[in-house]
């Protein structure tokens, strides 16, 4: 079950959220302050389906995103006793309120005087966010059938410092389709972008690329200093209009992978500008094929993409960005050639192993750690398909 998106209604998927629900959910967690605790309607569909499918294992994902009330679906599995695993993609769990804590370390002891009270989820006056704080670690008290995942070691060590210490915690490396995030033919497309065989190809890619956390705006200043070099810089994700320069491609996100796998076997080097992450996918998928990473240490990447196969550099340090990445195109060398770089991301962010781990996990609480047989049905809730 996912809460938001087109109700595909195929295969036991099915989108549990109308559009009005949350939309309401929204406004009120602005106007009130409180996430997390309204959809109604969506949360009774659930708990609904929950007791009718009885499952062996439930996997839960991100529970914020305005769909459902967080705490009902936490007091029903301690109730139903059911082995449940939740991976936690962001930090929202163990902090008041934010997905991204930053710099903060308030979460460590308690939130309280949000400093990004304005950033999603947004409150537009109310700070709630000590008793929000408290709210949750009330809801984890003797939730004793519970493994949490994180998609990188950063993020893990993070949740082993939060309220949520005495859990179970381990890391799950995100997955991806490496059939599909190959070396590809990207001919093509450098003709259609006007670039010459003798350019060499940064490329950016992310969501909402130009926004404050995923820094577009770094790399634009870089393409600035490159004007008189042979550099194109490539940008995919980008959604507004800017002003165009002769060294910069912009284009908006693509939602087809093949496509997208033909961007990254374009490159020369894929850059990274982002304030924090906690996995990086585009790391991954550029490793997968075969183009290494240079960018700023914003929490995991800089273990997506280790020694041999990234360079970082302090976040903020534009100097220090530019001068590695010049090096970098002039002597290749310093990281891992395209062969390795594939052969890495394989072994370890291949779709088949993440599916694997899981597996193994689930086993694992169904049988207190005594692996033996197998999981009759598993019903998985996240925040859009």
């Excluded at 309401?24 to 997390?36: D, I, K, M, P, Q």
């Excluded at 609480?365 to 925040?383: D, P, T």
């Amino acid at each position: 079950m996912y809460g938001r998106g087109p109700n595909k209604k195929e295969n036991g998927v099915q989108c549990i959220a109308s559009n009005w629900e949350f939309l309401l959910h929204v406004l009120l967690a602005r106007l009130t302050g409180w996430s997390g605790i309204y959809s109604f309607f969506a949360t009774r569909k659930f708990l609904r389906e929950l007791r009718r499918f009885k499952p062996d294992v439930v996997h839960l994902h991100e529970l914020h995103g305005y769909y459902i009330n967080i705490y009902r679906v936490i007091n029903e599995l301690k109730i139903m006793g059911v082995p449940t695993v939740w991976t936690f993609h962001c930090e929202f769990m163990y902090t008041g309120k934010c997905g991204y804590a930053m710099e903060c370390e308030k979460w460590k002891t308690e939130c309280h005087h949000c400093p990004q009270l304005r950033e999603y989820p947004k409150s537009w006056t109310f700070d709630f966010t000590r008793a929000m704080f408290k709210q949750k670690k009330r809801a984890f008290k003797n939730f004793f059938n519970l493994a949490i995942t994180s998609p990188s070691d950063w993020l893990s060590r993070r949740v082993r410092q939060s309220m949520l210490a005495d859990k179970r915690v381990q890391t799950v490396f995100n997955g991806i389709d490496v059939d599909v995030f190959r070396p590809r033919d990207s001919s093509i497309i450098r003709k259609e972008l006007n670039i010459s065989e003798s350019q060499k190809v940064i490329l950016c890619v992310g969501s909402d690329l130009l926004s404050d956390r995923k820094g577009g705006q770094w790399a634009l200043q870089l393409a600035q200093r490159w004007a008189d070099k042979s550099i194109v810089l490539v940008m995919v994700g980008v959604e507004q209009s800017i002003p165009q320069h002769s060294n910069v491609r912009i284009l908006p996100p693509i939602f087809d992978q093949r496509r997208l796998a033909e961007f990254y076997s374009l490159a020369d080097v894929l850059l990274l500008t982002s304030e924090k992450e906690t996995f990086s996918m585009v790391c991954a998928e550029s490793l997968a094929c075969g183009t290494a990473v240079i960018g700023f240490d914003s929490g995991a990447p800089k273990e997506i993409a280790p020694e041999g196969y990234g360079i970082f550099v302090p976040y903020g340090d534009i100097d220090a960005l530019e001068h590695q990445v010049v090096v970098y195109l002039e002597n290749t060398e310093m990281l891992e050639n395209s062969e390795q770089c594939v052969l890495f991301a394989r072994e370890r962010y291949a779709d088949t192993v993440m599916a694997s781990n899981f597996e193994n996990l689930y086993l694992k609480l169904l049988n207190g750690y005594a692996v033996q047989g197998v999981a009759a049905g598993s019903i998985s809730l996240s925040k859009s398909a």
